[in-house]
C-alpha cells in the first residue's frame, strides 16, 4: 500500500504545528465521526470503509521526501519537522463493522489518540467513510427495489467510468458488491477483491460494422460462451433484437453455443423490454434473458417493476458509482484527558442540529426478542451500564417523548479496530459483509427502508448524557455573555 500521509488537508499540519508550540503534543483527545442527515432523503445508512482507513494507518508515517516537500513551505521549523520523523500511530480507533445500517448523530467511528495524530488522521478517515459508506448505501437502495414477484432480480455495478478517479472506481464496484450487486464491470477490482465480474459489449463495435448483424456475429465468434448482445445502436426492435436473434440460428444454435441475452441501454426501457421479450419467445428463445441500463437509480427501478417491465438483470454505474448525493460525515472532537481526568467538550451552534454530542461515548443497539427487529439506539457515555430488563429512550430534542421498553437485547455497535497503536480488527471478506448487510437490515422495519418518506429511526440519549449536553451548552453559552460583557467594558 502506497504511503499516503500528506493525503491530509493543510490545515491538520498547522493544527498540529500549534499542539506541537504549545506542549500539547501528547495529550489525548477523543473525536467521533459521524453524520446528520441520510443521503438521499433515506431512512438508514450503510456504514462502510474500514479497510481504507487500516490501509491508511498501518501506512502511517513521514517519508523523507514528505518532509522535504513540508520544508519547502517555510511553514515548519526543523523542532517539528524532525518530530515527524519518527512519527506514527499509537492510538486506538473503535468503529462500526461495514456492512451495519446506522443513524444520524450517532458517533460510527471513535478516534482516540494523542493530539497531534488524531489532527492528521481527519481528512483521510472522513474521505474513506464518506465515499464507502455512500456507494454501499445507494447501492443497497438499487439492489432492494429490483425484485418482482418476490424474486431478487440481480444488479450489476457498471460504474467504473463515472467514477471519480481510479481509485474510487475501484472501491466503489468493491463497496457496491457489498451493497447487494451480484458482480463488478471493473477487472480490477474483481482481482484485486475476489468478486464476481461481467460484462457484455459495446456500441462501437456495432458502429464500427456494416450492420448489426455483422457485429453481433464478429462479438458470437470471438466469445460464444458469452453472448449478451447490446441491441439498441439503431432501432431496438426494427434492426437490433432481429439481428441478434438470425445470428443465434445461425451461428450460436447451429454450433452448440446458448444465446444468453440481450442489453437495452436507451430508450423507454418499459416498453421495449414487454416488446423484445414477445420477440425471443416468439423465435423460440424463452430462455434468452434481457438486461437493462441507462442511468438506473431506486426510483426508475421501482417504476419499471410496477410497469411490468420484462427484465432479467440490471446495470447500474453512474448511481452507485457516483452519486450526485453526499454523505457529509463529519470529525468532531468530543473529549480530552487534563490530568487524569476525562473532560467532555461540546460544539454549540445556532443551528441546532449542528450541537454535537459531547463525551466519550459508546452505542448500544436495542431488539425485540419476540420479532427481532431494531427498536433504536441509545448514545451513552462511556461509563454507563445499559440495564438488560428495561430502559427509557428520551428524544434528544423534544425530552417529552420517551419509551420504555422491555423484553430486549442490547448490543454495542463499535468494535475495536485499533487499541494502542496495534491493529486488532481484521475485517470481513465481500460476501461476508455483503451477507451481513443482509442480515443486519432484515432487524429494520420495512417502514424504514423503504425509500419514500421512510419512517424516522430512534437515535436517543441516555438520561446522563442529555442532562451533561444540557450542561455543557449552557456553560458555552454563559461564556459567550461574558465575553460580551467584558467587550462592552473595554469599549
Not at 290 to 298: A, P, Q
Request: contains cysteine; glycine residues 6%; hydrophobic residues 35%.
Amino acid at each position: 500500500m502506497e504511503n499516503k500521509t500528506l493525503m491530509t488537508d493543510y490545515y491538520e499540519l498547522t493544527m498540529a504545528k500549534t499542539y506541537f508550540d504549545e506542549g500539547d503534543k501528547d495529550k489525548v483527545m477523543y473525536f467521533d465521526i459521524f453524520f446528520r442527515q441520510n443521503p438521499m432523503n433515506g431512512g438508514y445508512t450503510v456504514a462502510a470503509g474500514i479497510d481504507e482507513i487500516i490501509d491508511y494507518v498501518n501506512n502511517l508515517k513521514f517519508s523523507e521526501e514528505d518532509i522535504d516537500y513540508l520544508r519547502s513551505t517555510g511553514d515548519f521549523n526543523e523542532e517539528f519537522l524532525n518530530y515527524l520523523k519518527d512519527f506514527k500511530f499509537t492510538g486506538s480507533i473503535y468503529a462500526v463493522p461495514d456492512g451495519t445500517p446506522v443513524f444520524p448523530n450517532e458517533p460510527v467511528i471513535t478516534v482516540k489518540a494523542k493530539a497531534i495524530e488524531a489532527q492528521i488522521l481527519e481528512t483521510a478517515l472522513l474521505a474513506c467513510f464518506n465515499h464507502a459508506a455512500l456507494v454501499a448505501t445507494a447501492a443497497k437502495r438499487i439492489t432492494d427495489e429490483a425484485v418482482i414477484d418476490g424474486k431478487k432480480i440481480p444488479v450489476m455495478e457498471f460504474g467504473a467510468r463515472r467514477a471519480r478517479g481510479i481509485d474510487s472506481a475501484i472501491e466503489a464496484s468493491k463497496y457496491g458488491v457489498m451493497g447487494g450487486c451480484v458482480a463488478t464491470s471493473n477487472t480490477y477490482a474483481g482481482k484485486k477483491y475476489d468478486i464476481p465480474v461481467s460484462g457484455t459489449m459495446a456500441h462501437s463495435l456495432v458502429t464500427n460494422s456494416a450492420n448489426e448483424y455483422e457485429a453481433f456475429l464478429k462479438y458470437a465468434k470471438a466469445n460464444p460462451n458469452n453472448c449478451i448482445f447490446l441491441v439498441d445502436t439503431y432501432d431496438t426492435l426494427r434492426s437490433g433484437i432481429p439481428a441478434a436473434i438470425k445470428v443465434a440460428r445461425d451461428y450460436l444454435v447451429p454450433n452448440g453455443y446458448k444465446f444468453k441475452g440481450i442489453r437495452i441501454d436507451s430508450g423507454d426501457l418499459a416498453y421495449l423490454s414487454k416488446e423484445a421479450r414477445k420477440l425471443l419467445n416468439e423465435a423460440g428463445f424463452t430462455d434468452t434473458k434481457i438486461c437493462l441500463s441507462n442511468g438506473l437509480n431506486e426510483y426508475t427501478i421501482r417504476d419499471l417493476v410496477k410497469e411490468g417491465a420484462k427484465f432479467d438483470s440490471l446495470g447500474v454505474g453512474d448511481n452507485i458509482a457516483a452519486s450526485k448525493e453526499r454523505l457529509g460525515g463529519v470529525y468532531k472532537l468530543v473529549a480530552v484527558e487534563e490530568q487524569g481526568n476525562l473532560i467532555p467538550k461540546i460544539k454549540v451552534s445556532e443551528d441546532s442540529i449542528k450541537t454535537i454530542n459531547p463525551g466519550y461515548k459508546k452505542v448500544y443497539r436495542f431488539y425485540d426478542k419476540k420479532t427481532g427487529y431494531a427498536l433504536g439506539d441509545v448514545i451513552a457515555l462511556n461509563d454507563e451500564i445499559i440495564p438488560k430488563d428495561k430502559f427509557t429512550l428520551i428524544s434528544p430534542t423534544e425530552e417529552w417523548k420517551q419509551t420504555t421498553i422491555t423484553n430486549y437485547e442490547v448490543r454495542e455497535l463499535q468494535v475495536p479496530i485499533y487499541i494502542d497503536g496495534k491493529q486488532v480488527y481484521k475485517n470481513k471478506n465481500i460476501p461476508e459483509r455483503k451477507e451481513y448487510l443482509n442480515n443486519e437490515m432484515e432487524t429494520l422495519y420495512p417502514e424504514i427502508r423503504r425509500i419514500n418518506n421512510p419512517h424516522i429511526y430512534y437515535v436517543d440519549l441516555t438520561k446522563k448524557l442529555l442532562e451533561l449536553k444540557k450542561e455543557l451548552i449552557k456553560e458555552a453559552r454563559g461564556q459567550v455573555e461574558e465575553y460580551g460583557r467584558q467587550k462592552v467594558k473595554s469599549i
